[in-house]
């Protein structure tokens, strides 16, 4: 068991992944900002998930520092903040520390590992979830997650079991790289496509251009991937990309949410990375770039 | 001289085109909506244009059947309605008036003829101007026109005269449809990107990521120009959409305008019209295709 588990960045993921683990006991401090951190003080973390309405008591608090109590950090902020916050924790934390990135993307601990010459364990998080207001989480499909890297095989067992005791499903993966970019190709099929549009995800996969599109970003990145190393099945993706939206029908995504509240999203990690990667690899990727510069133009307006 | 004047569809460009020719005393009958009719016959067609502010006294009607006293109909409907709007003109119309579509999109006069066997004139139209409340005209940019047909020398000599006297340059030319075709690249470059992100062309034009999808937008509309026996030269193409921007920075285009109203757009003959072609010809228009895709369905959802 960890003696304190430190969750850094308090929007949906560390709400539901670190709001689970309280509910069931664990000793969680969540860190995050002004507003949320009072929300939580004051009235708990109120959970609204699909089986449950409920409100936990968590520790709550926007100073970094504390995370020099946990043996197991969660890495929750927005990937335009994973190297800065992961910098900012790491001056805290106890040399035996564990950091887990649960975080979008595929890049965040070789980032992590580049500039701060420090080992964390990856995780594909599957959850969709918004904070509707502070201290308030929303949610609305899946809450599973994988882990995987090279670690100690019984302390990713320990992390596993964990979040399974908590309900929510993980998975140790071998395999992990393909299950993070096979979460990449989704994003990028999805996510600037609901933002751009207002439509969720249920809308746009009854759309035969949304699905069209859908289908030229992913065989784009499958081509960035496979530029990379990395191997997907073409046929497998494009069923997963077409399950998505039926599953997940009344979702809007992260970067919807984003640019509705007048936030950066994370399309640099999402299309963004894809364009980029493109053009390091001479892959051709027109339509992922199309779909960053669109969003990234978006972020220097009003909300919608 | 033409004895009277029907201008159908009183949206931007009706007020424009029309509005300058009754300020110039032709005898102009505006057919438009109830709100903007309503509008025009208490208070005048109020002009906002770079060089003058001005009340314009105009006739103004919802009543399509006045059509049958003119000599001369500009057809100002967005293309959505293109066919149904001819055939209820061409219902009242004298066997002898002339009808000239000012619309965008470069297949109406096609449309017309294939649905009514019916000959317009076609014009490329080029003015950046808005309606933000009824009988009101806000002018940006532009103004002039190009006309062009296989119709007598004198009629479209005499049609050019009457805007230019009006302060209209009106050119006569027998590249008309390479005009359109340019004309129709520069809607395919800016209008729906103008649409998904708010932007002005002025942000548009400064952004690189948007440059990059222009230029890739423009070289489908190349190809599928290609494909259907319109020459257009990529270098003079390419030219003209990098000084559009900087010619109209605070222009938002008529799709931003139509979807900022919660109302359809003219998509279909833009970019929808290119990819449409393009699977026709066999020529790929992903990014044709996925904008008109998002637009789509941004159509679908509140205005923004």
Known sequence: M?????????????FYYGGLLARNGEPVTLIGRQANVDAINKNGLFLETAS???????NATTDMSVVKDADLVLLCVKTLDTVSAAREARAFMRPDAIMISMQNGVDNAERIKEELDFDVISAAVYVAAAVPQPGVLKHTGRGDLVIGGD???TLLKQIAEMFATAGMPCAISAALPQQMWTKLVMNCAYNAQCALTACSYGTLVSDPGAIQNMM????????????KGIVLDPADIRDRVLKLGPAMPTTFSSTYQDLAKGKLTEIDSLNG??????KRYGVP???NAAMHALVRLRETRKPA
């Open 151 to 153: 670690f100690p095989e």
């Open 216 to 227: 030229t970003l992913a065989d784009e990145c499958i081509a960035v991937a496979k530029a």
């Open 2 to 14: 960890f003696k304190n588990i430190a969750v850094v960045g308090a929007g949906a993921v560390g």
């Open 52 to 58: 449950f309405k409920e409100t936990v008591r968590v």
């Open 273 to 278: 990375y894809i364009a980029e990667q493109g």
């Open 285 to 287: 990727t027109p339509l």
